[in-house]
T-cell receptor
Framework: DAGVIQSPRHEVTEMGQEVTLRCKPI?????LFWYRQTMMRGLELLIY????????DSGMPEDRFSAKMPNASFSTLKIQPSEPRDSAVYFC???????????FGSGTRLTVV | DAKTTQPNSMESNEEEPVHLPCNHS???????IHWYRQLPSQGPEYVIH???SNVNNRMASLAIAEDRKSSTLILHRATLRDAAVYYC????????????FGQGTTLQVKP
């Protein structure tokens, strides 16, 4: 089991550019979560999917952020256009459909200059 | 979302037990108590969870108060590798129970 796989590990982009973060959840997990972590705000839940369907996107900061889960093995988080305040570590996590634990990926460190 | 309260930081000596407290006075009957930890420069890592009874696994023990309004994560022998931020979180047992992280407790382990 390779765990939750996120790519890229690091991303540096210029303000105004489009950024796409990718996540491959653990096979058999049917819930997927996107989090953002900054020093100021800690870990924030952005959006989560259950059986590939977005359930709650109330944490998505604004319309510049969008997330998709076209199938059970892949999800993307897109920021367009990116801004310096989007700089953070973005984590993806997956879970089975019960109260068991989440498994987090290693995160993508995004820097927008 | 039910909230939890944890001390901002704690210190421990290596090879001594550590008791990390968490208060969750507004817990509902369907909320599971989850603990995660985040080592420096890594993603959060599941530690343990429970509902009513005390739980043990290879990483830690979870002691849950009888009224479920508080719990304690117990590391039996702290090592330097246990230095991390520890999060106590309530997760609804519903099909899409989400985890809302607070600020957690930063545990420092001294050699």
């Amino acid at each position: 089991d390779a765990g939750v796989i996120q790519s890229p590990r690091h991303e540096v982009t210029e303000m105004g550019q489009e950024v796409t973060l990718r996540c491959k959840p653990i096979s058999g997990h049917n819930s997927l979560f996107w989090y953002r972590q900054t020093m100021m705000r800690g870990l924030e839940l952005l959006i989560y999917f259950n059986n590939n369907v977005p359930i709650d996107d109330s944490g998505m900061p604004e319309d510049r952020f969008s997330a998709k889960m076209p199938n059970a093995s892949f999800s993307t988080l897109k920021i367009q256009p990116s801004e310096p305040r989007d700089s953070a570590v973005y984590f993806c996590a997956s879970s089975q459909n019960d109260p068991y634990g989440y498994t987090f990926g290693s995160g993508t460190r995004l820097t927008v200059v | 979302d039910a909230k939890t309260t944890q001390p901002n930081s704690m210190e421990s000596n290596e090879e001594e037990p550590v008791h990390l407290p968490c208060n969750h006075s507004t817990i509902s009957g369907t909320d599971y108590i989850h603990w995660y930890r985040q080592l420096p420069s890594q993603g959060p890592e599941y530690v343990i969870h429970g509902l009513t009874s005390n739980v043990n696994n290879r990483m830690a023990s979870l002691a849950i108060a009888e009224d479920r309004k508080s719990s304690t994560l117990i590391l039996h022998r702290a090592t330097l590798r246990d230095a991390a931020v520890y999060y106590c979180i309530l997760r609804d047992s519903g099909n899409t129970g989400k985890l809302i992280f607070g600020q957690g407790t930063t545990l420092q382990v001294k050699p």
